[in-house]
């Protein structure tokens, strides 16, 4: 199953989409739920588990799926995502996910990388893109799990005031390829973070082979990168060059 987050989705697909999902919980979450009967009477449980082969999770996607939740009638967002969250991470997927996506802190992040199964589904993760002031104990527990993300997108850099998970999860990681940080216009420059995201580079010297920084660098960052195939930098959201 590709990635449902990056394409349009009008309102009456995420509708089908969530009803499908809703299908595929088990009879104990429905319960939770208080799913209403007709819902289960209209529409047939799916043959084939869709989910199974969902390696794509973007949290804000998820988001706009629970805003379809009107079909349920007393149920509220968090009981909804909760139930939601446990049929996608959970010790019994074939697939694991590839790609995890968290634009925007919805103030949940930090129990993720404790519900069971997510030492499974989050142990092969390909890319990470994270923004602003996404929570740390989240990605410290990120950190602890996984090891194999190549393309790592961290926007707003410039607005994060704690980084001691981000620097954690990249040091770990095993073979980075594609690097990306941008900062915000209206952010604050915080210059040791940027020296740590640095140095935390540096520690792949050997696998980084494409980066941007939007950022005139602090450290001899570019000297220490030898197989460097591709650099971007874009300082109109930061200082020029002297």
């Not at 995502?81 to 446990?86: A, P, S, V």
């Not at 961290?154 to 040091?171: A, P, Q, R, T, W």
Request: charged share 25%; proline share 2%; hydrophobic share 35%.
């Amino acid at each position: 199953m590709g990635n449902p987050g990056y394409s349009y989705h009008s309102s009456s697909s995420m509708s089908k989409l969530f009803k499908i999902i809703i299908l595929l919980l088990s009879e104990e979450s429905r319960d939770t739920l208080g799913i209403n009967n007709s819902i289960t009477e209209t529409y047939q449980r799916p043959l084939f588990n869709y989910i199974d082969y969902w390696k794509y999770l973007d949290m804000s996607f998820i988001e706009n799926l629970i805003s379809q939740r009107s079909i349920i009638e007393y149920s509220s967002a968090s009981v909804i995502r909760n139930e939601i969250l446990k049929l996608l991470i959970n010790k019994n997927r074939s697939k694991k996910f590839i790609n995890l996506s968290i634009q925007d802190d919805y103030g949940y992040y930090d129990y993720l990388h404790h519900i069971s199964g997510a030492e499974h589904c989050f142990s092969k993760l390909e890319s990470f893109y994270c923004k602003r002031n996404v929570d740390q104990s989240f990605i410290k527990g990120l950190a602890r799990i996984c090891k194999s993300i190549e393309k790592f997108r961290f926007e707003d850099v410039s607005n994060c005031v704690d980084n001691s998970g981000i620097i954690k999860l990249i040091e770990v990681q095993e073979k980075l390829i594609d690097v990306v940080f941008t900062v915000d216009y209206y952010g604050n420059g915080n210059e040791s973070f940027y020296k740590s995201l640095e140095e935390s580079l540096i520690r792949h010297a050997d696998t980084v082979h494409y980066l941007r920084i939007d950022w005139k660098p602090i450290t001899r960052l570019l000297s220490c990168l030898p197989n460097l195939l591709s650099l971007e930098f874009n300082i109109t959201h930061s200082e020029y060059w002297n």
